[in-house]
């Protein structure tokens, strides 16, 4: 399986900004997607939002964070980056980045993770 690195995260205060970044340690397959999760303590995991590799102009996002979250790639360095603005508590979590096929990249059955990085927005 693909190696994911994460990286960002961290505490701020809310309506502040962070950004977070996964980096693929191999060249990754174009069908695939490519996004993130997360999940707070005592909640179910969720996707937040991803992106279509073989096109990157197609991402889609939960409701809960349309219009202050943007997924991006930058396919010369396998890394798909998360900026997160207008952060609200309800959004401090674990979040995790995950590739898999888009088919059941929503359902994460068979996605491969990252490490997880927390946010936490007080």
């Not at 890394?79 to 990249?105: F, H």
């Amino acid at each position: 399986h693909v190696q994911l690195v994460e990286s960002g995260g961290g505490s701020v205060q809310a309506g502040g900004s962070l950004r977070l970044s996964c980096t693929a340690a191999e060249t990754i397959y174009r069908w695939y997607c490519f996004g993130w999760f997360r999940q707070a303590p005592g909640k179910e995991r969720e996707g937040v939002a991803v992106l279509v590799l073989s096109d990157g102009s197609k991402t889609y996002y939960a409701n809960s964070v349309k219009g202050r979250f943007t997924i991006s790639q930058d396919s010369a360095k396998n890394t798909v980056n998360l900026q997160m603005n207008s952060l609200k508590p309800e959004d401090s979590a674990m979040y995790y980045c995950a590739i898999g096929r888009c088919g059941s990249w929503w359902s994460g059955s068979d996605n491969v993770w990252g490490q997880g990085t927390q946010v936490t927005v007080s």
